[in-house]
């Protein structure tokens, strides 16, 4: 198992860490990690894994691995293979990786906004999308705009805390996702909670308050099938 250090510390750029596998592929899995496996609609987070002799591997993306709790680190084509046991450092792509806080956190708002069951979803660096079951249109852009704008300069605090399965299954409103459950049978779940705003399982990295997201705006509001409504967002730099 990867001790995934993101979980308890979404702010950490860099980690010294250990190889501890490599695959027949050539991911390389590490004691433990500050990058984000694709998971969630989010995507797997990228960087740079620095051997001990100063080699740099680039990683193009980070997966979740066949064994429970494995977390992957996908090297770019032509780089490297390091040597099990070897100590690394690895070096986060902030940015990029911020972005997605920013948005993962933004959607978040966005289901309060529209309390509506979540069908599907994605994030993104640059944009990020929710999918609502809503038999009828009638969704204004500039409203929805107005009322995210709202909830972000209120800055209020972003945490996180564990349930059991038993606390969530007694709590089934805390699932918003029609589509994709909370993952059960380990014994607890993660939630993140927006105060006063939302509160949801994720196991997502998201940012310390929502005055940290930024100005957004609704991009668009498309019709995905006769009960679907796509809801896209972008940041309004």
């Known amino acids: 198992m990867t001790e995934a250090v993101f979980r308890d510390d979404p702010y950490c750029r860099s980690l010294e ?24 609609g989010q995507p ?37 293979r390091p040597g099990v046991g070897e100590e690394a450092t690895l070096i986060l792509d902030w940015e990029r990786r911020h972005r997605h806080m920013r948005m993962h956190s933004c959607l978040h708002l ?31 852009k ?16 972003v945490t996180t805390r564990w349930i059991s399965d038993e606390e969530l299954a007694a709590q089934p409103e805390l699932v918003k996702t029609m589509a994709v459950k909370p993952p059960s049978g380990q014994g607890r779940v993660r939630l993140v909670e927006i105060e006063g705003l939302d509160l949801q399982p994720c196991g997502g990295t998201h940012v ?16 995905k099938g006769r009960q679907n409504r796509r809801v896209s967002i972008v940041f309004d730099e």
Do not use: W
């Open 208 to 223: 310390a308050s929502t005055g940290e997201i930024g100005a957004v705006r609704v991009a668009k509001i498309e019709k």
């Open 110 to 140: 966005l289901s309060a906004v529209l309390p509506y069951p979540v069908t599907g979803g994605s994030v993104g660096a640059a944009k990020g999308r929710l999918d609502f079951d809503i038999a009828e249109a009638g969704l204004d």
């Open 17 to 40: 860490c250990r190889i501890v596998a490599v695959n027949e592929r050539g991911g390389i899995v590490l004691d433990r990690t500050i990058f984000y496996p694709t998971g969630g």
């Open 44 to 80: 797997g987070d990228s960087g740079i894994l620095r051997l001990g002799d100063g080699t740099d591997i680039v990683i193009a993306t980070t997966v979740k691995g066949e064994a429970a709790g494995e977390i992957v680190h996908v090297p770019t084509e032509g780089q490297p």
């Open 142 to 157: 500039e409203a929805i705009t107005a009322r995210l704008n709202e909830m972000i300069a209120s800055d209020r605090p």
